[in-house]
């Protein structure tokens, strides 16, 4: 099966399923999820929610490389499937408003479309100014949009058409996933993530509302070769099997009638996949993306895990390790987080910071 | 990601301890040649006088191979010390009677090193033949140049029991690798230089057992088994091989265990009391470059005997043949995202500074070489004294020359300095080509064809004659344009030339090189970064 769609739900409402997911990894046979990938989920799903002035940063250590990054993010998703403030309904009229003053102060009349690290505008995605409604159907922003007062307004034939905050929920910006969706039959399916990490509370409307707080950083060498490698990584539930790329619901890996719950960071382009990102979480893929994760302004308030893999040459691994000793400066050794985590197999080492509290 | 993780881990699980058995050789003749280099590099390591130094950089190389590379003891060690020093009198009335002394006693202990076999290369066989008949599956890490000598060890397999020899050259091969029984290395554990290897050997083992072989006094890194998790390292005067300490003390530890078996003696190494025995040559020579004014540098491997050196975070300017990169054009890090499938490209733009006609590669060159080549051989003496007379004073001077005299290839060897060059063409007699040609060139024909050498050397485009970002600008839109016949001539993954269209603003070609490897561990001054060396040169900057 190709993409992410739901099975029919017939388990009672328990989060435990009579059985696990079995695992593969790189087309080889099915077997229980082993242990390291177990400890990676766990490590992404146990991560603690993030509270105001307690940034953590964490490092794993891979002996081989993988598609850590991955599991980890699979891991924190279902965590945010079980936090009723990880959607992006309560902010969505906001951001709304803030690409279309974004299209209308700056983007419309730009003559340089669009490099915005030459134009030094301060954004990062060209706004184009288009709205689609849930039917698919595209209206551009009305410069009669009033900032003041907060109200969105798009062009019609006719006219123009002032949106509410409510119905805002039916519209997105072009090319972003639908923020929610009318009916829960077309949300994500619960038993995959269910029949992975065991017992995960999941709260149901958050399996058919978007949310931009998780974000996958990928690899520097580009997007493909992230998403080649979460490909390589399947799960089988009930004669379904799911690959770890359609479960992260990265938008451009899965069919864009779904929500997405992990937002892209391509660390070669060093764009995001979305307008509306508010990552309160990062999981960087390597150690060149760790580093460049942490230089970014964007991720600044995020908690954000490094996976890395140490088969590097020195001068690559002594960097990350320079920035780790850089960073307890104002950071300590978090062993109240890593005391949550269960035993890393042979092999993984992890270290997480937390910032100290003046 | 060739191997899966699941194999890696599923190995990880099996084993609660891993084992280093570590062999350390004494020699004496070995021994007494190492003494004798060491006391002229520290001598002569001081010196202002560039012959001494050029010397050191000479030596250096050579004793950090004989230290991490199974050499036999032949003729040719001989030979690359007398090469570099010349006549004994000459020495002394350069440097004095010390390093006279010095110098006889080390070539007196590498002429008798030739009579009897290099004891490391006669361990080293005993254990590939053990283990060998052990079936245990056995690999080797070694520089790529010190492959041949593993090789010679045992030259024909047929007919024995013996595997052939598998070798793993780099982080990345390492990184690809499944597991194994024994890996097998020669030299300390090192994280730069001669005889490196990534510390991912012992973070993150692919084998059950190391079999290590080193000379008396050669010590591991003391921080090798590197992981950036707990980047905290012991002091350095501790010595100890760091493999012998846990990992990590915290989850997902690896333990690791340690057998020492020394195998000779060095009677003269005792005698001079405990100070010799514990100096580690390979460190000792690492401080001997560290304080010169270098930088730190990656080299790009783009032949056999060709690489460039750059320093940290450079941008080059590379083709990815991957049919799913998507900016197969692009600039990459070479020690981040420069990796060994793709090409550098080198832009090979007509300089408007040449005067006249855009040289073809080598076309100058023809010229000089052929003077040169029939000068040497009509009478060498006379063609060093002439040089040395007009300045050009270098120390190995018969072997440059004979190095000059090779045809061009992806370079043009030449002397490294222009003043050397300029010398060299004068005293060739060939300025008076300038009088002939003098109406059509605004420049000597000395600069001309130094231009060319720079040119093949790779300088062009640092010194281009437009403004950088107008002509990067230029060459990425030219690239993309010739991306079809680029990946169609990629596909045979050798150095290929492609010509600039004529219908360009800019003239010239785009020549590709392929990577065959990327290495880190190396000091190397400013003036030569950047540039197409031989990798013979490359070897005296590295740590």
Known sequence: MSGLVAIQESASDSNCLPMPALFSEGGLDWRPISDWAEFLIQFGYRWPIATPGQRRIALVSMPCDSAAAGLVALGALVRDLGNDTATNVNGHYEALLRYARQYIKSCRNCEMRCHPEQRRCGYMHEATGLIRDKDGKRYRISELTDFDHKCLVLAIERGKWPILPKRALDLRIDGEPPTRLISAAAGLPTHPYLAIVDGAKIIPSNLRESYSGLCLAGRVSGENESRKVCDSIRFRYCDNEYSLSDLLTIQDWSASSTVSRVIFFNARTEKFDTHTFSPALAVADGDSCFLKVLARREFQQSDIIGVMHRNLDRDSLELVGNKMIDLRQWYMEDSETIGRMPAAPRGITALVLARRIA | ?543
């Open chain 2, 1 to 543: 990601m060739s191997v899966s993780a699941c194999q890696i881990f599923d190995f990880l699980e099996g084993r609660e301890l891993w084992k280093i058995e570590r062999d350390e050789i004494a020699s004496p003749g070995f021994g007494s040649l190492r003494r004798n280099l060491r006391q002229i590099i520290s001598r002569l390591g001081d010196s202002d006088d560039q012959l001494a130094l050029d010397i050191v950089d000479g030596l250096r190389p050579l004793l950090s191979e004989w230290l991490t590379v199974p050499v036999p003891f032949d003729q040719s060690i001989v030979d690359a010390i007398t090469d570099l020093f010349g006549q004994s009198e000459a020495v002394e009335a350069c440097w004095g009677h010390d390093i006279r002394v010095a110098y006889e006693a080390a070539v007196r202990a590498g002429g008798a090193l030739i009579s009897s076999e290099n004891p490391m290369r006669e361990r080293l066989r005993a254990l590939i033949q053990k283990l060998s008949s052990q079936g245990q599956i056995f690999k080797i890490y070694c520089h790529r140049r010190a492959r041949p000598h593993f090789e010679s060890l045992l030259p024909s397999f047929e007919g024995t029991h013996v595997q052939k020899l598998a070798f793993l050259h780099s982080p990345s091969e390492y990184r690809q690798v499944e597991p194994f029984d024994v890996l097998v290395k020669v030299g300390p554990l090192r994280v730069r230089g001669w005889g490196s290897a990534p510390d991912a050997l012992v973070t993150a083992p692919r084998f059950g057992t190391l079999a290590q072989l080193v000379w008396s006094g050669s010590a591991d890194d003391p921080d090798f088994g590197y992981d950036p998790v707990s980047p905290t390292s012991e002091p350095s005067e501790t010595k100890r091989p760091s493999a012998l300490r846990a990992v990590s003390d915290g989850h997902g530890s690896l333990r690791w265990t340690t057998q020492v078996a020394r195998f000779g003696e060095d009677p003269d190494a005792l005698s001079n009391g405990s100070a010799d025995t514990a100096i580690d040559d390979l460190q000792f020579l690492h401080d001997v470059l560290r304080h010169r004014d270098k930088r730190s540098a990656t080299l790009v491997q783009i032949d056999d005997s060709h690489a460039i050196l750059y320093p940290p975070h450079s941008k080059v300017l590379c083709f990815d043949p991957n049919p799913s990169s998507k900016d197969p054009i692009d600039y990459c890090i070479p020690d981040e995202t420069l990796s060994e499938r793709m090409f550098l490209i080198q832009p090979n733009i007509a300089d408007v500074n040449l005067g006249g006609a855009t040289a073809q590669h080598g076309a100058y060159s023809q010229v000089w070489k052929r003077r040169l080549t029939e000068e040497f051989h009509s009478n060498q003496n006379d063609l060093i004294n002439r040089l040395r007379k007009a300045g050009l004073n270098l120390v190995h001077m018969r072997s440059a020359i004979e190095h000059w005299c090779e045809p061009p290839s992806n370079v043009i060897h030449a002397p490294q300095q222009m003043r050397h060059f300029e010398i060299l063409i004068q005293v060739l007699g060939l300025d008076d080509l300038e009088n002939i040609n003098r109406n059509q060139a605004s420049s000597p024909w000395w600069q001309r064809a130094w231009v060319e050498i720079r040119r093949s050397r790779g300088e062009a485009i640092q010194s281009g004659f437009l403004e950088r970002e107008i002509v990067d600008e230029q060459l990425l839109a030219i690239l993309h344009g010739l991306l079809p016949q680029i990946q169609e001539r990629a596909a045979e993954r050798a150095s290929f030339e492609v010509p600039i269209p004529l219908r360009s603003d800019v003239h010239g070609s785009f020549i590709f090189y392929p990577v065959i490897a990327v290495e880190h561990g190396f000091h190397v001054p400013e003036t030569e970064l950047k540039i197409i060396q031989e990798l013979k040169t490359t070897d005296k900057w590295r740590d």
